[in-house]
C-alpha cells in the first residue's frame, strides 16, 4: 500500500475522532440500555420467579410503547420543555428528560419483587417504556441534525456499536450479576435480581453525562415545513379565529398531520403497501422472542450459559449478520436482500423445534442461536436501509418515528398471545407456527419489489 492509500485510510477512519461521533457511542449505548431490561430479560427474571408463561406473555405488550411513540413524536420534534429547552436545547433537553425518568424507574424496578407486587412492577416498567420510546425519537433526531451528511455513516456504525454494548449489559450483565450473587439457582430470591438493576440504573449515568457534555445542533428552520406553516396559517385565516387560535392550528397541522400526509401523497397507491410490508417483516422474530428467554428457562439452561451464548455471542453474531447484510444490499440490491432476510428469519426459528427435542445441549443452543442472530442480523440491515430511503428529510424525526412504530405493533400485539399458545400446544408447535407467520412477508417484499421497480421505468 502506498503512502497516498494510507493517508487517504487515515483520514477516512479520523472522523470517528470527531467529538459528536464519539459521542453517539455513549448515547447509543443509553438507548439500547432500556430495551431488554423490560422485555427479554424482564421474562427470565419473571420465569425464575414463578411468573407462569400466559402472564408473561401478555406483559410483552409493555413495549407497544414503542409502537406507538409516533403519536407523540411531534411533539418532542416541536414542543419546548420549561426551563430545560432554555438551558440545553430542544434535542438534549428531551434527551436528559427522558434519561432522567428512564434511571427512576430503573431503580423502581430493583426494589419491586414481582412475587408481591407484581402490578407496580408494571408500572415502573411502562414507565422505562414510554421515557426509552421517547428518548429514541429526541436522539434519532439529534443523529440526523447534529453533523454533515457525510459524517452520517460514521454517526450510526458508532450508535450501533454503543447500543450492541448495552444490549450485552442488559442481558447477559444482568444474567452474569444476578448468578455472581444468588447462593442458589434451585430456588428464587429478589436480592439478586434487585443488586443487577440497580447497576443498570446506574449506567444510565453514561448517557445524561454525554447529553450534559455534547452542544445542542443549530439547525436552520425547514424551508418545507415554513411553507406547510404559511399554507395552513392561509386556509384556517378563513375561520375568522383570533390570530393565537390561528397559529396553533397551522403548528398543530405542520407538526402532526403535515409528515404523514408527505408520506401518502409521495408514495400514492404504494403507501398501503409499504405500510403492510414494514408492519409484518419482523413478525417471525419478534413473536418467536418473547417465548425464548422462558424456553431456556424450561429447557434447563442456567443464567451464565444463557448469558454467554444467547446473550453475549448472540449478540457478536447479530453485527456479523448486520455487516453482511450492508454488502449484499450494496452487490444485490435492498429488496433482494429484504427477501432474503425473511427467508432466513422464518427458516432459522425451525432450528428451535429441534432444539426443544434435543433437552439440555449447550452445543445444539450455540448452533441455534449463532444462525438464528445471523440472519436476524442480515434482515435488520436490510430493513434500516429500506426505512431509511422511505424517509423524507423535512420530517426525518416524526416519519421514522411512525415507521419503527408501525413495524412493532402487530408483532408486539400478537407476541402476548405467545405463553397461552405455549401452554396449550408446546413449544415446538409454538416454534413452527412463528416460522409459518414469515410466509406473507416474503409476498410483501415480492410486491414491493415490483411495485418499485414498475415506478423507476415509468
Known amino acids: 500500500m502506498s503512502s497516498g492509500e494510507i493517508s487517504n485510510w487515515s483520514s477516512a477512519l479520523r472522523i470517528y475522532t470527531h467529538p459528536r461521533v464519539l459521542g453517539m457511542l455513549s448515547l447509543g ?69 427522558s434519561q432522567i425518568v428512564i434511571t427512576i424507574a430503573l431503580v423502581g424496578m430493583a426494589f419491586t419483587d414481582p412475587l408481591l407486587n407484581l402490578t407496580q412492577l408494571v408500572f415502573f416498567a411502562l414507565a422505562v417504556a414510554f421515557a426509552s420510546a421517547t428518548q429514541d425519537i429526541a436522539l434519532d433526531a439529534y443523529r440526523i441534525e447534529a453533523v454533515a451528511i457525510e459524517l452520517q455513516g460514521a454517526m450510526a456504525a458508532t450508535y450501533q456499536a454503543g447500543y450492541r454494548i448495552a444490549m450485552i449489559l442488559a442481558s447477559a450483565g444482568v444474567l452474569w450479576i444476578a448468578a455472581a450473587i444468588d447462593l442458589s439457582e434451585a430456588t428464587y430470591e429478589h436480592f439478586p435480581w434487585q443488586i443487577a438493576y440497580l447497576v443498570m440504573a446506574c449506567s444510565m449515568m453514561v448517557g445524561i453525562i454525554t447529553t450534559l457534555i455534547i452542544r445542542e445542533p443549530h439547525v436552520p428552520y425547514s424551508h418545507h415545513i415554513s ?48 405500510l403492510a410490508l414494514i408492519a409484518v417483516y419482523r413478525i417471525s422474530d419478534v413473536v418467536m422472542g418473547v417465548m425464548s428467554n422462558p424456553f431456556y428457562v424450561d429447557m434447563g439452561y442456567t443464567k451464565e450459559e ?60 450455540i448452533f441455534t442461536i449463532s444462525a438464528d442472530n445471523l440472519s436476524a442480523g442480515i434482515a435488520s440491515s436490510a430493513f434500516i436501509a429500506y426505512l431509511s430511503g422511505l424517509t423524507n428529510s423535512a420530517y426525518s424525526a416524526t416519519q421514522y418515528a411512525l415507521f419503527s412504530s408501525v413495524m412493532l405493533l402487530l408483532p408486539k400485539f400478537i407476541a402476548g398471545f405467545s405463553g397461552q399458545f405455549v401452554d396449550a400446544y408446546g413449544y415446538e408447535s409454538f416454534f413452527i407456527a412463528t416460522a409459518v407467520l414469515g410466509l406473507p412477508v416474503l409476498v410483501l417484499v415480492w410486491l414491493a419489489g415490483q411495485a418499485k421497480f414498475d415506478k423507476i421505468n415509468q
Open 306 to 365: 444463557v448469558a454467554t451464548i444467547s446473550k453475549v455471542y448472540g449478540v457478536i453474531m447479530t453485527i456479523a449478520g448486520a455487516a453482511i447484510g450492508g454488502v449484499l444490499t450494496a452487490k444485490i440490491g435492498i429488496m433482494r436482500t429484504l427477501f432474503l432476510g425473511a427467508v432466513l428469519s422464518a427458516a432459522t426459528n425451525l432450528l428451535f423445534v429441534w432444539l426443544a427435542g434435543q433437552g439440555h445441549d449447550v452445543s445444539g443452543l
Open 227 to 274: 411553507q406547510n406553516e404559511k399554507l395552513a396559517l392561509q386556509a384556517v385565516a378563513k375561520w375568522n379565529l383570533s390570530p393565537r387560535i390561528n397559529r396553533s392550528l397551522a403548528w398543530l397541522y405542520s407538526a402532526l398531520i403535515a409528515p404523514f400526509r408527505d408520506f401518502i401523497v409521495h408514495h400514492g397507491q404504494q403507501a398501503l403497501l409499504i
Open 29 to 97: 449505548f443509553s438507548a439500547g440500555l432500556p430495551l431488554l431490561l423490560i422485555l427479554g430479560t424482564l421474562s427470565f427474571w419473571l420465569r425464575e420467579a414463578g411468573i407462569d408463561r400466559a402472564t408473561i406473555g401478555h406483559l410483552s405488550w409493555i413495549g407497544l410503547a414503542y409502537s406507538f411513540k409516533w403519536l407523540w413524536s411531534p411533539l418532542v420534534d416541536r414542543m419546548p420543555l420549561p426551563v430545560l429547552t432554555r438551558l440545553l436545547g430542544r434535542r438534549r433537553a428531551w434527551l436528559l428528560l
